[in-house]
Nanobody
């Protein structure tokens, strides 16, 4: 089994910063793309940022220049540094990993439980 555990959410004033971390553990042979997504209550989950195993990043237009995604392949972790936060960044943030489990040739998506980010005005 594979588990993703997020940490680092919280309450911050507009203009402030937060750092989200996600650690994958379990029967992991390798991880392809890792990423962060966010979802408002009743809304659709949207992609915030992704990073491949070779370090190629991709960002949603709404966060370009403010958020930075990074990963540590040796530790199976991914981090999202969020700067210049806006009220509209308030959401539940989810970590996602494309994992190739040990003993399985397939590639599967796993999600974390989500962490709340609230930005006050």
């Amino acid at each position: 089994q594979v588990q993703l555990v997020e940490s680092g959410g919280g309450l911050v004033q507009a203009g402030g910063s937060l750092r989200l971390s996600c650690a994958a553990s379990g029967s992991i042979l390798s991880i392809n793309t890792m990423g962060w997504y966010r979802q408002a209550p009743g809304g659709q989950r949207e992609r915030v940022a992704t990073i491949t195993s070779s370090g190629t990043t991709n960002y949603a237009d709404s966060v370009k220049g403010r958020f930075t995604i990074s990963r540590d392949n040796a530790k199976n972790t991914v981090t999202l540094q969020m700067n210049s936060l806006k009220v509209e960044d308030t959401d539940v943030y989810f970590c996602k990993a494309q994992v190739r489990p040990i003993g399985n040739s397939g590639l599967y998506n796993y999600w974390g439980q989500g962490t709340q980010v609230t930005v006050s005005s």
